[in-house]
């Protein structure tokens, strides 16, 4: 079972205690909270959640497809502030969690979701979503259609808030980068659970009464359905990625935690560029699986200590053929492919495999090549000791537009500059996290080499394109 650090700890309490803040109203109002309702819609959710979770017996929506809140928000539109925070319970209790610990996690899932229920309504209720008539709950449509998507802003901020500071506790994350992140690609689907609400709400209260309400949760759901399956799928590519890096980092022991690593730094690059978030998960599946070729390289090649000889260097530098081979059949990776395949190319064209040069190199391979540098400069291997993150970004200058493209050496060194460099959690013993350095200061041009005074970067003997071997 993992273990929660403190902080991740006092913040699933401080939650809970929130929620229990939230509710309690309700509670103690005793006969003047509208039971029956606040029961059907409790149970409503709960349901929703039950059959979205569990399709068929044994299998389960993967974390992270999201939640059937339509419910809640037309409890949200129909109730007061803390009885729609009751409605929000046990359906959050009912989430499906696949991390442990399970217990803790559908905890924190039911604060969470009572704590913005809360105040969602209460930011519909200040804004008039309510009318002037108390016993209406819901103003008349469309004046009702403003306050009700303040309140499913207000939701979806309440949840990614809570969301970023958990995971800034539990995992060492940037909370206000977590929170940005999250709240922009949830925002939309927030909307749209919030309008579904609302029209669940109006049909509620109209002379249709429950039964058409329940009519506007068939669309709803069909969609999260489809939701969820495209969720399945996409965990099934990270499955198919996550065993091909377990492979390679058995295989060569020395670049655990290499991978994940490149494929963090080159999701950094494509950022500082300004690449739109598919193509950026793109570039971080091909630095992730820039050296899945390495399954086919013999494994005393990968772990020998001494010098390589020109047969056994040839030997290595199959790897991006390799590589290139053995994803060309997995069509979701798409441009990733040829970032593999070109990730040792060099901007002179002194590369490998195919020595191209300039602008025939693809733009992802040019970003892994940077990011794959970084990396193995950074990081202690068999070969070579750890430079520092200031020392690193200062090579990588010096070699820009001879073996780097400079637009991608200063994204990094931008990015890093702003950020900083905090590597993804691995099994390396010697990983630290850097603090933001500035950025690296200008070194002199370097002269045009001839192939015996190239530099070689991040192991040299090893790869003499840089990068690790």
Known sequence: M??????????????????????????????????????????????????????????????????????????VFLLPPSAAALVALPGGFAQSVVQRPAGVRRVWHAAQQTTAAWAAGQAYGLLGGRGTDPAARVAGFPYAMLPAAVAAVVFCLVLTALDAAVLAAAEGRPAATAWRGTAARSLVPYCVHGLAGLMMAVMWRSPYGVPAALLVLLPMY????????????????????????????????????????????????????????????????????????????????????????????????????????????IGFLG?????????????????????????????????????????????????????????????????????????????????????????VVTSDADLQVIPAAPAAPAAPAAPQPGPAAMPTLGGAARDPAGGGR
Request: glycine fraction near 8%; charged fraction near 25%.
């Open 222 to 329: 069909v969609s999260c359905w489809v939701f969820a399956q495209y969720h399945r799928e996409r965990a099934a590519h990270r499955a198919t990625i996550r065993a091909l890096v377990q492979a390679v980092d058995i295989k060569d022991r020395y670049t655990r935690g290499h991978s994940e690593r490149v494929g963090q730094a080159s999701a950094m690059i494509a950022r500082e560029l300004g690449m739109g978030d598919d193509r950026l998960e793109v570039v971080r599946i091909a630095g992730i699986l820039h050296d899945v070729g390495k399954l086919g390289v013999p494994t005393r090649l990968l772990r020998k200590d001494g010098p390589l000889t020109p047969e056994e260097r040839r030997i290595i530098e199959l790897h991006p053929e390799y590589g290139h081979e053995m994803v060309r059949g």
């Open 335 to 423: 441009e990733a492919r040829s970032a593999i395949l070109h990730h040792h190319e060099r901007v002179d064209g002194r590369g490998y495999p195919y020595g191209l040069r300039g602008e025939q190199i693809p733009v992802l391979a040019r970003v892994v090549a940077v990011a794959d540098s970084f990396d193995a400069m950074t990081s202690t291997r068999s070969y070579s000791r750890a430079r520092p993150v200031e020392t690193a970004l200062a090579e990588l200058e010096r070699c820009a537009g001879v073996q780097y493209d400079p637009a991608m050496v200063r994204a990094l060194v931008d990015a890093i500059g702003r950020h900083g460099w905090h590597p």
């Open 2 to 75: 993992r273990v929660l650090p403190p902080t991740a700890r006092a913040c699933v309490v401080a939650a809970v205690l929130a929620a229990a803040a939230c509710a309690a109203p309700a509670l103690l109002a005793g006969a003047s909270t509208p039971w029956p309702a606040v029961a059907l819609l409790a149970l409503l959710y709960l349901g929703c959640e039950l059959v979205r979770t569990r399709p068929f017996p044994g299998r389960r929506t993967p974390e992270g497809a999201g939640c059937f809140f339509p419910v809640v928000m037309a409890a």
